[in-house]
Structures are given as C-alpha cells and as structure tokens.
C-alpha cells in the first residue's frame, strides 16, 4: 500500500511539473475546445451518414455565385413542364363567394365539373376498386348508407350512438379477419377507424414512440423501414421527429432481415413490414421480422393497407400466403384500408394494436382546456359518420362469400396478367408477386416511355424506381377489360421500339432523369414546387 501511494505521489508530482509552464487559462480552455472538437466531428460524421459526401459537396456548389440562380430556373422549366397544362385551371378557380347564391343550380356545375374528369373506369391502377359505375350496385349502396348519416360526427358519442356501434363493429370484423380470433393473438386486438391509410400509419408510428418511450425511456426515436416501405413512414418520421433507417431490398425486393438486424441499437423503436408493399406486391417476410422484435422488445408494424382485405381469403381460396397478421409472435400494429378492397367508400381504414396497453399511447387527453376535460381517438376530432357507416354496410352487404367472390376474380387476372406480361418480349415482372400488384420493367426499352404511350391510350399506371419500372393494381375494374391492357402494352412496347425516343408532352425524361440525379435535394425541392404551385 505505501508503495501504491508513493508511486501516486511520484506521478502527481510529474504531472504538476510537466503542465506548471502552461497558463492557467489554457489548462481550463484546452479540454473544452477538445470537448466542442468533438462534437464537431461527431456532428459531421453525422451529416455524412445520413446525407452522403455526394449530396453534401453538391449543396456546396449550390453556395456558389449564380449557380442557385441558374438552378431555380431550370427547375421553374421542369415544374412547369410537370403541370402539363394546369395553370390555366387553375388561374380559372373561383376565388370569393358568389354574390347570389346558386341554390339546386349547383348540382348543374356540379355535373359540368365532374364531366372534365378523366374517363377512369377500368383504366387505373388502383384508384377504384368497386366494379361498376358509381350510379348502380354497390356504389349505389354505400352512397346510400353514406347520405344517411352524412350529419353525424362520432365526436359526440353521446348523440350518434349508432355510428359509435358501427365504428366498433367495424374495427371487430377487421379484426377477426387479422388474427384476432387466434389464441396466440392474445385476444386484446383493438383499434380505431381512421380517414386513410396514411393516417393508420402515422397513429401507429405515434403509439409505438410514446409507448416505447413509456417502456424503455427512448428519447431519440429510431425507426427500420425497407426502401419498399410506402412514403407515409417517412411523412410520420417527420411529423413525430423519429429517424428513419432505411434498409435496401434484398435481391427478391423483400426486406432484408439482416439488414434490419444491423440497424437495431438503444434507440429503436420499430420496424416496418409491408403485406404487401405497395411498389411491387411482394409480402416482406413478417414472420422473421416478428422474431427479430421479439428478441430485441421493439415494436413491429405490419402494413396491410392494401392486403388486408385480400390475404385473409386469397389464404382461404388455397393461395399460398405466408403468415402476415396478429397470429404472429411479434407483431404490434396493423394498418388495413377499408377504402380499397374491403370496398368501402374513400377515406375508411382501420389501425389495430395487439392490446390496450399500447392502443392507450394512441390517445391525447387534454385537461387543462377551459373548454372541459377532452379527449378523441385519432388525429381529427370531428370524423365523417357517413363514411363508417358506408364501411359498416359494404362489409355487411358483401360478408364473408362476397368477399371470397371479389377476391377470387382479382387473384384470378392478376395472375393472368403476370402471366401475360411475362409473354411480352422485353419486358420482366419484379420478382413474384403475391397478391394484385404486378410491376414490371424492361432491359430493351425505357419503360417509362412505354407509361407516356399507355397514357395516351387512356391508361394510368404508376411509375417506379430502383429500378425504373411500372406497376398496375388490379382491382374489379379491370377484370373486364385485362385482355385490352395486355394488348396496348404489347403494342405500347412495339411503338417503342420502333421509336425510340420521348413522345411530345411525355413525362418519361422527367421520370428518367429524376431516378439518375445524384442530388436528391433538388428532387425533393422539385416536388415541394410542384406541390405548392398545384394546390
């Protein structure tokens, strides 16, 4: 022990001699600058990882003089170029009141508007999911349904019990359809009705940062996507100040669980599986990814938006569909859109939780509001009554065989078409899709090419990237009209090839030249002007 202390005494002594020619001052400045030295360095690194050395020296020479001028120019020509045509209308938009109300004559200029839209029947992906024209069937039904409760507002429970009752009866029927009725489901799934998928998410994405940060103190939320995984997560990371960490596909465009693995640290709080992802319909593989929340205690959020109206039958029609829902150990949250196949009317989506005690960090209870003791579910506090009880009744009006039927005729030529895009020389469908979604690209020609010559045959599809390719979700419209479909790609992709080269008034050098700028910046900046000067 002596030793010990003379040693101690020894290197205290040569320590005080070494530092006693420097000030005083400098002594107490130096560890300080090495402190901000540091934060300095970790800050760059920072900015590095999540923005690249490419996009960081380009937003230098964007400092430079006349090269910010020269950039907010060309992208004035490419926002313009974008609107094709819609400054004019929108230059025409009536901007007061009339003087004279129209009364009953509205419902002409109602009809003269409703005339200029396009003729979407059977030629969009997606967008309309029921068969049939709005004034017949089961169009006809949920307008209905709509129109009767059109006046109510499930703020006021108290009032419009009933829409209460539907609301819950809804939810209860998703429910059961996603693995409620499992044992292994624990038999707590809840959840509210929302105004769309993207509000699905974002309350999810909500309720897994406030109940992590309840469970484990995580202030610096962070949370693993695929590149596939829709745009609302990062819409909810930027609401709710969570990091994204996105994970490249794997070489099947599937999320890549190793991937993932790497990403988990002390700030994770969830990760996202897509079933299906909305670019090429493939189901991410939920069961793994439940394994891996399981074992780190995160959250894991399925995005059935599109699948959960489909999987649950296609699974019952023989379809082999792997485990996607609440019958998976892991799984915290599930978004479902009524609005799409569960054929209900726009703005019906359901977002459940595996039980109560994550549901309850969905919520935002004010107490201190002159106004009383408040309280509501969702996002909005007023909700439109008309649409939950349009989705009430299209899923009583259809039940169980209906839904079997709809999603049979979709199975059936989605697969037709995988099929006969296949038998398309040039073109390759993304991986195998496992639903009603099917893209598909091309090595021979630029497809976005081949998208402006389909748009001008009155179809409308959407454009993808990484890698550049289109996709077409089949809905009831189009299992009248698929044999026309295959028929004006393959003569799409002809005319192509034969002439190569953008088509007058075409998006395709638009498309092309946004998937290969390396400054996504400026893409981001593009897409902002657009969306300000449209709306």
């Not at 002390?266 to 670019?279: C, D, H, R, Y």
């Not at 959250?299 to 485990?323: E, M, N, Q």
């Not at 395709?508 to 400054?519: C, E, F, R, T, V």
Request: neutral net charge; charged residues 20%.
């Amino acid at each position: 022990m002596e030793a010990a202390a003379e040693l101690a005494l020894r290197l205290r002594a040569a320590a005080n001699g070494r530092l006693a020619r420097y000030e005083p001052l400098a002594l107490v400045a130096a560890p300080l600058l090495a402190i901000l030295v540091a934060r300095w360095v970790h800050a760059a690194a920072s900015a590095v990882a999540d923005r690249g050395l490419v996009a960081i020296a380009i937003a230098a020479v964007k400092l430079l003089p006349g090269v910010s001028g020269y950039i907010a120019a060309e992208k004035k020509k490419v926002v313009d170029k974008m609107q094709s045509g819609g400054t004019s209308s929108k230059n025409n938009r009536r901007a007061e009141l009339p003087t004279i109300g129209l009364g009953e004559e509205v419902i002409k200029d109602l009809e003269t508007l409703k005339a200029k839209d396009v003729d979407w029947q059977g030629k969009c992906s997606g967008t309309v999911y029921i068969a049939g024209s709005e004034s017949e069937g089961h169009f006809e039904l949920i307008n209905k349904a709509y129109s009767m409760f059109s006046h109510t507002n499930p703020l006021h429970q108290d009032v419009f019990k009933s829409v209460a009752n539907m609301e819950a009866e809804v939810v209860a029927m998703t429910a059961a359809l996603l693995g409620s009725k499992e044992k292994s489901s624990g038999g707590q799934i809840c959840g509210n009705m929302t105004s769309g998928g993207t509000e699905s998410i974002l309350l999810a994405v909500k309720t897994s940062r406030d109940y992590m940060r309840s469970k484990k103190g995580i202030t610096k939320p962070e949370m693993i996507i695929a590149e596939s995984a829709h745009s609302a997560y990062d819409k909810a990371a930027a609401y709710f100040n969570i990091k994204v960490r996105r994970v490249p596909v794997n070489k099947e465009f599937l999320a890549d669980v190793k991937g993932f693995k790497r990403c988990i640290n002390g700030n994770t709080i969830m990760m996202v599986g897509s079933a299906p992802g909305f670019p090429h319909g493939l189901i991410d593989p939920i069961e793994e990814l439940g394994e891996l929340a399981s074992r780190y205690d995160i959250c894991l959020h399925v995005d059935l938006c599109l699948g959960g109206f489909v999987l649950p039958f296609a699974r019952k029609l023989g379809y082999p569909i792997p485990p996607f829902d609440f019958s998976v150990k892991g799984v915290t949250s599930i978004s479902s859109d009524v609005h799409k196949y569960g054929l209900a009317p726009k703005g019906t989506s359901v977002v459940l939780y595996r039980n109560h005690e994550i549901r309850k960090h969905q919520f935002v209870a004010v107490t201190e509001w002159t106004g009383g003791l408040y309280i509501s579910p969702t996002i909005a506090g007023s909700r439109p009554g008309g649409l939950i009880a349009g989705a009430w009744a299209a899923m009583m009006s259809l039940g169980l065989n209906g839904y079997l039927d709809s999603t049979s005729r979709i199975m059936e030529v989605s697969k037709k078409i995988q099929r006969g895009i296949e038998e398309i020389p040039g073109l390759f469908v993304i991986g195998k899709p496992d639903m009603t979604v099917v893209a598909f690209g091309s090595d021979v020609v630029d497809i976005f090419e081949v998208n402006d010559i389909m748009s001008s045959k009155g179809w409308h599809l959407n454009a993808l990237q990484r890698p550049n390719s289109l996709h077409i979700c089949v809905t009831l419209q189009h299992t009248t009209v698929y044999n026309e479909f295959l028929k004006d790609l393959q003569d799409s992709v002809n005319t192509v090839k034969a002439n190569p080269g953008p088509i007058s008034g075409g998006m395709a050098p638009i498309y092309g030249a946004a998937g290969k700028m390396p400054d996504r910046g400026t893409v981001r900046e593009l897409l902002v002007e657009f969306m300000d000067s449209s709306c």
